[in-house]
C-alpha cells in the first residue's frame, strides 16, 4: 500500500512540477493548444470519431492505472502494441481523417472550423405535432404498402449522412413524408433525416447491418434502419413495400409489426428523455448563476 500510494504520489508531483521560469510564447503555446484541442473535440463530437475517441481515453485511462500500480507484463505488453495500435487507430478514423483532408482543399475550411458551434439547448427536439405527422404518414404508406425509411436523429449528430442526402430543411409534415416515398419520385430511393423538429434531407444513404441473425426475408431498407441504430442512438421507422407493415429499429434492434400507439409512444419517449436532459442542464446552470450572481 505505501509503495501505491509513494508511486501515486510521484505522478502527481511530476505532472504538478511547474517549470523554471515561464515566458510569454508559453503562455501563448498554452492557449493555442487549449483552443485546438476545444475545436477538435468539437469536431469529432459532430461525427462517430466521438464515440470511438471515449473508448480511446478508455484504454489510455487503463494504461495510466497499470503504470501506477506497476502492471509490468501489461505495461510490456501495451508497450509493444502501440505501433499495431496506432495504425489500428488511422484504420478506425480512416472516413474521418479523410472527410478532414477533404475539408481542407476548400476555400471556408478556416471559417467552419472557427465558427462558434450552436448548443443543441436551442433546439427542441421535436413536438407533438412531428409525432403525430410522423405516425399518421407511417402507417398512411403502410396501407398502401409504400416503402418509407426514416430515420430520428437523438443525440448522436446525423450530419454526414445528410451530406449524402438532397437537403430540404422543411417543417415535418405526413403529406410530406408521403410524397417524397411515392413511387417513381426523385426523392423515394433512400432514407428521410428528421433532425430536431424538421425534415434535414431526402434520398440519404445508410450503412447495412452486418448481422447475421437479421431474418434472410429482410430487405436492404431494414438492414438500413438496423445498421444506422448500431452505430448511432438514432430512432429509425421502416415501412414495408411487401407487407405495409411498419417497424422500428434502436440501438441495434428491430421491432416489427408495431401498432401505431407503439410507435407514438417510442416518440415519446425519444422526446422526454431529451426535455429532461435539457432540463437538467438549464437547472445547472441556473444553479450556477444563483451561486455567482453577476
Known sequence: MNAFL?????????????????????II??????????????????????????????????????????????????????????????????????????????????????????????????????????VRACFEMGDVKTGALIVIEKETLLDEYINTGIRLDAIVSGQLLINIFEHNTPLHDGAVIIQNDRIAAATCYLPLSDNMELSKKLGTRHRAGVGISEITDSLTIIVSEETGSVSYAMNGRLHTAISPSQLREVLQDVQVLYND???MLKGGRRNRDTKNPS
Open 29 to 134: 503555446q498554452i492557449l493555442l493548444l487549449a483552443f485546438l484541442i476545444y475545436r477538435l473535440i468539437i469536431w469529432m463530437k459532430n461525427t462517430r470519431a466521438y464515440t470511438l475517441l471515449k473508448g480511446i481515453l478508455f484504454i489510455g485511462a487503463f494504461v495510466i492505472v497499470a503504470n501506477i500500480l506497476n502492471m509490468e507484463v501489461i505495461v510490456w505488453l501495451l508497450g509493444n502494441l502501440s505501433v499495431v495500435a496506432f495504425t489500428a487507430i488511422v484504420i478506425i478514423f480512416q472516413p474521418e481523417l479523410r472527410k478532414v483532408l477533404e475539408q481542407m482543399g476548400h476555400s471556408n475550411v478556416l471559417r467552419s472550423f472557427f465558427s462558434i458551434s450552436k448548443s443543441g439547448e436551442d433546439n427542441k427536439r421535436f413536438s407533438n405535432h412531428t409525432i403525430n405527422e410522423v
Open 6 to 26: 509513494s508511486r501515486f504520489q510521484y505522478y502527481i508531483l511530476s505532472w504538478l512540477k511547474p517549470p523554471k521560469t515561464i515566458q510569454v510564447i508559453d
Open 277 to 279: 436532459k435539457i432540463r
